[in-house]
């Protein structure tokens, strides 16, 4: 019996021991990338893509629409063998378009991760360096996917100000 008192005791040292070792703190990397100067410029570059990107599937959509405006209004005169012809080459412009569109998706997310990734790798140096600084065990993101995650925590936890100061970036008042 004295053993498991013993024990216990023991355990709920050790357990508060832990606990006071650990610091724990929380910012927002969203808001911080947003007052980067870096992020206009990513922003600038992402959008000059989309606007490439969309130039070229309004092209095609273009060329799609006319074929198969060209198409309603002949195909009474074509062969069988011609009609049967342009209709493939509608449903291969379909296909192509589809194809087009997801792609065209697919390279958007990879264009901003690679944009995103210089910044993001700034950011996580800049938290590790103000982790180690001022002795925080771990660092959360109070968001994910514009999802808030962090349900509580208290404000003198927050270290967004300090990867602001470490980034060379003066935080906004009332922050």
């Known amino acids: 019996m004295k053993a498991r008192i013993l024990l216990s005791t023991?355990?709920?040292v050790i357990g508060f021991g832990v606990m006071a070792q650990l610091k724990i703190g929380y910012t927002n990397v969203e808001y911080v990338l947003s007052l980067m100067p870096e992020a206009k410029q990513i922003e600038s570059e992402l959008a000059a893509y989309d606007k490439q990107l969309s130039t070229r599937l309004e092209a095609k959509y273009k060329d799609y629409q006319t074929k198969v405006a060209d198409y309603q209004k002949n195909a009474q005169t074509y062969s069988e063998d011609v009609r049967i012809d342009i209709e493939s080459e509608i449903i291969e412009m379909q296909t192509s378009i589809q194809e087009f569109e997801a792609d065209a998706q697919n390279r958007m997310v990879q264009k901003r991760n690679q944009l995103l990734q210089p910044a993001f790798e700034k950011i996580g140096t800049a938290i590790e360096q103000i982790s180690k600084e001022n002795g925080y065990t771990h660092v959360f993101n109070m968001t994910a996917s514009g999802q808030s995650i962090l349900l509580y925590a208290r404000e003198e936890d927050n270290v967004t100000n300090l990867?602001?100061?470490?980034?060379?970036?003066?935080?906004?008042?009332?922050?």
Do not use: Q, R, S
């Open 10 to 12: 023991a355990l709920a």
């Open 163 to 175: 990867v602001l100061k470490k980034l060379g970036i003066d935080p906004p008042a009332g922050n």
